[in-house]
């Protein structure tokens, strides 16, 4: 799965990349978090960063609460299940990150955070789709989920799932409206695992509060009793 990422790029690198244009009042962010509200790239408006809620209310079960929200959908499956296959279509879009979170469990009660980066550290995207919906008091929002695939080589020593990653061409085909839906699940693959680093981070990255650099940094994997632990 992906539950945290981190966009911590400044406002001029994110639009010289994505060619579009950013939101006033972004700010870098170190441990983005489901529930959210972050910056996303749509199909309909490619030019424009829009700030959507992590977390999509599926078309059966509009007005439930944040906690029963879905936040990732696996894309071997997103052209099939009726809760996804319309915005699959419809309402794709790509998630900028320069980084995501997970979690090696050592044991019953203990896990270690791992970073995982582009391997020259450069922004990237998470596939996505987006949908809206009306809240408990009548306002629309907008939401979205991120596409999991299997893992690659980088990945899978930590989790059995990872997030679809897109270079500048699989984003301008996702985002093509028009794109057959072939070409557009052919995208839908692991990152290659060569263009791929990941390290052990502070326990910091825990805590959905803690949203600074300091979460970012490299760290020595410790036990639950505090002791230095190596392992693979």
Same mark, same amino acid.
């Given at each position: 799965m992906?539950g945290?990422?981190?966009l911590s790029?400044?406002k001029e ?8 244009e950013?939101?006033?009042d972004?700010?870098p962010?170190?441990?983005i978090?489901p529930?959210?509200?972050?910056p ?6 490619p030019k424009?960063f829009s ?7 599926p078309?059966?079960?509009?007005n439930? &609460?944040?906690?029963?929200?879905l936040?990732?959908a696996k894309?071997e ?8 296959k319309?915005?699959?279509?419809q309402?794709?879009?790509i998630?900028p990150?320069?980084?995501f979170?997970?979690w ?5 009660k203990?896990s270690?955070p791992y970073?995982?980066t582009?391997?020259d550290d450069e922004?990237?995207?998470?596939a996505?789709?987006w ?9 629309t ?6 596409l999991?695939t299997?893992p690659?080589e980088t ?5 059995d799932r ?9 984003e301008?085909?996702?985002?093509d409206?028009y794109?057959e839906?072939?070409?557009?699940l052919?995208?839908?693959? &692991?990152?290659?695992?060569d ?11 825990n805590?959905v509060?803690?949203?600074s650099?300091?979460?970012?940094r490299?760290t ?13």
């Amino acid at each position: 799965m992906c539950g945290r990422y981190s966009l911590s790029k400044s406002k001029e690198e994110l639009e010289e990349r994505f060619q579009a244009e950013m939101l006033a009042d972004f700010n870098p962010r170190y441990n983005i978090a489901p529930t959210q509200l972050v910056p996303v790239i749509t199909s309909q408006s490619p030019k424009g960063f829009s700030n959507f809620y992590w977390g999509i209310t599926p078309d059966f079960g509009k007005n439930r &609460p944040v906690s029963q929200k879905l936040i990732n959908a696996k894309a071997e499956t997103i052209n099939q299940k009726i809760s996804f296959k319309t915005a699959f279509r419809q309402r794709r879009c790509i998630i900028p990150a320069d980084g995501f979170y997970e979690w090696k469990r050592l044991g019953k009660k203990t896990s270690v955070p791992y970073r995982f980066t582009h391997r020259d550290d450069e922004l990237f995207s998470f596939a996505g789709i987006w949908d809206e919906y009306e809240s408990v008091n009548g306002e629309t929002q907008h939401t979205f989920l991120i596409l999991t695939t299997t893992p690659n080589e980088t990945v899978s020593g930590v989790h059995d799932r990872m997030p679809v990653i897109f270079d500048r061409k699989a984003e301008k085909l996702w985002l093509d409206p028009y794109q057959e839906e072939e070409e557009l699940l052919g995208i839908l693959k &692991p990152y290659p695992a060569d263009s791929m680093l990941n390290f052990t981070v502070s326990p910091l990255v825990n805590s959905v509060q803690n949203d600074s650099p300091a979460v970012m940094r490299k760290t020595s994997p410790m036990d639950q009793h505090g002791n230095y632990t190596l392992f693979g």
